[in-house]
Every structure is written in structure tokens, then in C-alpha cells.
């Protein structure tokens, strides 16, 4: 079990865009910044979203990052189906004093 | 461009100490701007954060694992390393060394490609 909640999968044509959420709590959302991660089939994670909203060099603005409260969330848009891969959020959990990860969503561009 | 890389067994025996090492290229791991952590995906799961060291020495590890892991770093190296004590067949899986800049929230922005160390059951 997760402390951060993500859904399992989300899906979507190429071309469409989807949204893909982040739950926490007060302990950890709540009260820091939330980074985003793309993972590839075999293949180490890649940092797409840091400090909730901002993007690294060579990131494309198709991918996008918002807070609210506890919760996170993923923007892509002009899917491809390169974007086929999984997807963490993570920050940091004052109460546990650890770093905690999403159990990842796998998104199927269609 | 700062590079890191794993290195250690890919095989462990039930009851043995893993042990692993995350070598540090393109830039100093004696900054003090960073974390050096390390994070592991057991098959077909999800991330676990186990930690970070502090160039200095200091440590903070996951609450679940901290009976079991040491880390260590070695600045004349530029390589930082990750002890796991007693394993069992629950410790099989892909093993991440990243780089965590030191504030609060902030993400791991640079990863090894990880190396998968099994423990047979």
C-alpha cells in the first residue's frame, strides 16, 4: 500500500490527452513539492515534473504538473505513443521522515 | 553532465549482505548541494525510497528498512555505497542510485540505469 495513491491505468487515443492524479495527505502533499517521473519498459525513471509544476531542459510542454491541497496531478497532452510508459509521483512524508512514491499509473495510448 | 552508475553481485545469498556501489561521474559528490540516495522496484512494482547519505557522512533511512541498511560514502572515490543486511527472496529487485538535491520535496533528478540483484528463495 502506497502512501501516495495514484490509479493503476489510465488510457487514451494518440492525439487526446489525459490526466493522471496523485493523493496524499497533510504530511506530505499537503506541505511540499511533488516531482513527477516517466519510466519506459526496462528502462530507469526519468524526472518530468519537479517542484509541482516546473518542467527540466528537454522536457516538452506537453507534459505538465498542478498541485491543489493534498492531491497532484499529470498533465499530457498530444499523446504519442512514445508516452507509453509508467508514471510515479513522489515527495517527501514529514511523519514517516522518508520519501515516498506513488505505486504508478501505466498509461495505454491507444 | 552528471552521470551515475551501479556496480555490485547480481546474485545474493538468503541471509547475506547485499552490498552496492554507485560511482558518480561529472560532477563532485562533495558539492554539499546534494543528497545521494538510493531507491529499488521490486519485479513488476512500484518505487521504494531505502535513503540518502550526505557527503558528510549523515544518513536518513526508510523507517521499514533502517534495521537492515548502512550507507557509506567515499568522497576520494566519488562513489557512495549501500549495505542491505539479512536478505530473503522480499529483497530481489532492481536497485537505483540517484541524485537528490537538498530541499525539502525536491526530486531525484539524475539516476543510474540500476542493477537487478536477485535472492534466491
Known amino acids: 500500500q502506497s502512501v501516495l495513491t495514484q490509479p493503476p491505468s489510465v488510457s487514451a487515443a494518440p492525439g487526446q490527452e489525459v490526466a493522471i492524479s496523485c493523493s496524499g495527505s497533510s504530511s506530505n502533499i499537503g506541505i511540499t513539492y511533488v516531482s513527477w517521473y516517466q519510466q519506459l519498459p526496462g528502462t530507469a525513471p526519468k524526472l518530468l515534473i519537479y517542484d509541482n509544476t516546473k518542467r527540466p531542459s528537454g522536457i516538452p510542454d506537453r507534459f505538465s504538473g498542478s498541485k491543489s491541497g493534498t492531491s497532484a496531478t499529470l498533465g499530457i497532452t498530444g499523446l504519442q505513443t512514445g508516452d507509453e510508459a509508467d508514471y510515479y509521483c513522489a515527495t517527501w512524508d514529514i511523519s514517516l521522515s522518508a520519501g515516498v512514491f506513488g505505486g504508478g499509473t501505466k498509461l495505454t495510448v491507444l | 553532465q552528471v552521470q551515475l552508475q551501479e556496480s555490485g553481485p547480481g546474485l545474493v545469498k538468503p541471509s547475506q549482505t547485499l552490498s552496492l556501489t554507485c560511482a558518480v561521474s561529472g560532477g563532485s559528490i562533495s558539492t554539499g548541494t546534494y543528497y545521494w540516495s538510493w531507491i529499488r522496484q521490486h519485479p513488476g512494482k512500484g518505487l521504494e525510497w531505502i535513503g540518502y547519505?550526505?557527503?558528510?557522512?549523515?544518513?536518513q533511512y526508510n523507517p521499514s528498512l533502517k534495521s537492515r541498511v548502512a550507507m557509506s560514502v567515499d568522497t576520494s572515490k566519488n562513489q557512495f555505497s549501500l549495505e542491505l543486511s539479512s536478505v530473503t527472496a522480499a529483497d530481489t529487485a532492481v536497485y537505483y542510485c540517484?541524485?537528490?538535491?537538498?530541499?525539502?520535496?525536491?526530486?531525484?533528478?539524475?539516476w543510474g540505469q540500476g542493477t537487478l540483484v536477485t535472492v534466491p528463495a
Open positions: 547519505i550526505y557527503y558528510t557522512g549523515r544518513t
Open positions: 540517484a541524485r537528490l538535491p537538498r530541499y525539502t520535496g525536491s526530486p531525484f533528478d539524475y
